[in-house]
């Protein structure tokens, strides 16, 4: 039962702009928290971006003024703006949701996740 699928991810020079986004279905798309995080090869997995239903958002320091994380509760979609694109943003982004408790940057904060979708900065 796949519960979230992210898309929208590909290959972009230097500078240029993505939009991210991951569809949420049965239990995760009522979750409390969604969220965006990343991971590079040879890396951990890092938070990006996340957003409550209160509408709370919280960002990464490092996409903190480039990225936008917004949510369409209708469409039970989550989005991430990516604006200003650099290489070092180049990683697997995987989309979360659900909240079992602590910092929403935390990955054991979620209870479901996405396969991920690659994007691809060049320089």
């Known amino acids: 039962q796949v519960l979230l699928v992210e898309s929208g991810g590909g290959l972009v020079q230097a500078g240029g702009s993505l939009r991210l986004s991951c569809a949420a279905s049965g239990r995760a798309a009522g979750a409390w928290y969604m969220a965006w995080f990343r991971q590079a090869a040879g890396k951990e997995r890092e938070f990006v971006a996340s957003?409550?239903?209160?509408?709370?958002?919280n960002y990464a320091d490092s996409v903190n003024g480039r990225f936008t994380v917004s949510r369409d509760y209708r469409k039970n979609t989550l989005y991430l703006q990516m604006n200003t694109l650099e290489p070092e943003d180049t990683a697997i982004y995987y989309c979360?949701?659900?909240?079992?408790?602590?910092?929403?940057?935390?990955?054991?904060?979620?209870?479901?996740w996405g396969q991920g979708t690659q994007v691809t900065v060049s320089s």
């Open positions: 979360a949701a659900g909240y079992t408790g602590g910092s929403v940057r935390e990955i054991r904060t979620y209870n479901y």
């Open positions: 957003r409550g239903r209160g509408d709370s958002t």
